[in-house]
């Protein structure tokens, strides 16, 4: 990271709200009302995928094509009704957003959520002023570990550069995927992902939550 970093770039479930096992229930569920027989920590493993990703894990292609939009649909229905409205903020998110803010930095959110989640975690998160560019699964034809989010946001941020951007992730899928897109990525292990995942998906440093960033930041690679 020559440049210096004029925007950061955050992922949002497991790195701004404690969601991800909210996400494995959800799945869990879905695929058992189709049929599917999948445990919590097989379904843990692979939250910070879209669905399009998500599913060909379980599910063979024939299925997916036949059913895959209605397990997906589904499963959105139900994470809605049975557990959005437990997902709560990890600590230090709005301080940390706006110390970024104060240092002039641009503020980005990349999910692979659907954009009506992604506007009730800002709400959750008080960080709706704060933010400049929003990215959600509408603008991204693949999911993560595929670059297409970062490179929507990118888009979005534009003229500022990947070498000047920085990606804040709890999985190894963020860091892959940001790798593609040429932007570095700063791990986070509140969302339960190893820490030895995140330095092998190509972290370039890695903290406890948002807290620990903020706590930490004289030194961190986002004071660059």
């Known amino acids: ?63 997916i094509e036949r059913e895959g939009e209605t397990i997906e649909a589904y499963r959105s229905q139900l994470f809605k009704d049975r557990y959005l409205a437990q997902v709560r903020p990890f600590p230090g998110v709005r301080a940390l957003f706006e110390r970024l803010r104060a240092k002039g930095r641009t503020l980005a959110l990349a999910s692979s959520g659907k954009k009506g989640e992604v506007e009730q975690y800002q709400k959750l998160l008080q960080i709706e002023d704060l933010v400049d560019v929003v990215t959600t699964s509408d603008d991204a034809e693949r999911s993560k570990p595929y670059p297409d989010i970062f490179q929507a946001a990118l888009a979005k941020l534009a003229p500022i550069g990947a070498s000047q951007a920085v990606v804040i992730g709890d999985t190894p899928y963020d860091a892959e995927a940001a790798q593609k897109a040429g932007i570095a990525t700063i791990g986070v292990l509140c969302g339960g992902f190893p820490e030895a995942d995140l330095k092998g998906g190509g972290c370039i440093a890695i903290y406890r939550d948002p807290q620990d960033l903020l706590d930490r930041y004289v030194g961190s690679p986002l004071d660059h």
């Open 1 to 63: 990271m020559a440049d210096a970093i004029k925007a950061v770039i955050f992922d949002i479930d497991g790195t701004l709200i404690d969601s991800v096992d909210l996400h494995a229930k959800a799945w869990v569920d879905a695929l058992a009302h189709f049929g599917v027989t999948v445990s919590h920590d097989e379904a843990r493993s692979q939250i910070g995928k879209g669905g399009d990703q998500l599913l060909p894990v379980f599910l063979d292609r024939e299925r």
